[in-house]
């Protein structure tokens, strides 16, 4: 029975200095929180280990472009590229196959300097995983746009990927989400889960973005689900275990019971 150990927004701060701006993101609790995991993961033994965004806790500063040619930024960046490889580490460490996406507190050039490109499609444990890298729209609201939306035609209408599907993206699709001014799922979410749904193909959407996280399936069968932040207390990962074509058990565990 194939087995799935799936956790989200960790937002680590490590050789990066300060912390999340949110004190609820326990930023630089994060690489020893990362221990402890790392011993679950030797107990529950996944086939994967999949992780859906918000890996580091990237300052605004370099985020918004606008001084990359100061001392600072290539500063900052090294301190990231530090703490990327600090969590690739960990997850080679593991000596489990991972799935890893950036988010929009990760820093993607570097983050795919470190990883790699991980969208994929990559087979294992009898599903083909597609990672999806979207980004927010100038509303903040989610977008999957360009070779984002044509790697998802192609996932759902080749006939080469006519084959069970776990897709994993940052942003959710389902169920629709507003907190704070935030519009949580993707721009023409319902007609995602319409063509997710048609397709037949695809039995989880796993996801993050959203730190209280979500668990619904819908009509057609497919398991949308988001674990709570990993960076909040009580440092919740999600497991799923597949038998045929049932719905997956899935069960929350933390690290603080
Ligand atoms: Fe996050």
Request: net charge negative; with cysteine; aromatic share 10%.
């Amino acid at each position: 029975m194939p087995r799935f150990l799936h956790f989200t927004d960790m937002h680590l701060r490590h050789h990066q200095p300060g912390s999340a701006s949110n004190p609820m993101r326990l930023s630089r609790l994060m690489p020893v929180t990362l221990e402890q995991l790392g011993l679950r993961i030797g107990e529950h033994k996944p086939d994967v280990t999949i992780m859906t965004g918000d890996l580091l806790d990237i300052p605004h500063e370099m985020t918004d472009g606008e001084n990359s040619a100061t001392s600072l930024y290539a500063q900052l960046l090294a301190k990231i590229t530090a703490d990327y490889q600090l969590v690739k580490n960990w997850f080679e460490g593991t000596g489990i196959p991972y799935l890893v996406i950036p988010g929009n507190h990760d820093h993607e050039p570097t983050f795919e300097k470190i990883f790699g490109n991980t969208r994929g499609p990559r087979d294992l444990a009898g599903f083909r995983f597609f990672s999806f890298w979207d980004r927010l729209g100038t509303n903040r609201q989610p977008e999957r746009v360009g070779a984002s939306a044509d790697l998802f035609h192609t996932a759902l209408n080749a006939p080469e990927n006519d084959c069970p599907q776990i897709h994993l993206q940052h942003y959710m699709i389902d169920p629709p989400t507003r907190s704070n001014g935030w519009q949580y799922e993707y721009k023409g979410a319902a007609k995602m889960n319409r063509a997710v749904e048609q397709s037949c193909r695809v039995r989880a959407v796993l996801s993050g973005h959203y730190h209280p996280g979500s668990l619904v399936n819908t009509i057609g069968g497919v398991t949308h689900s988001l674990p709570p932040a990993f960076c909040e207390a009580p440092h919740i990962y999600r497991i799923y275990d597949f038998n045929g074509d049932k719905a997956p058990v899935i069960t929350d565990f933390s690290l603080d019971t």
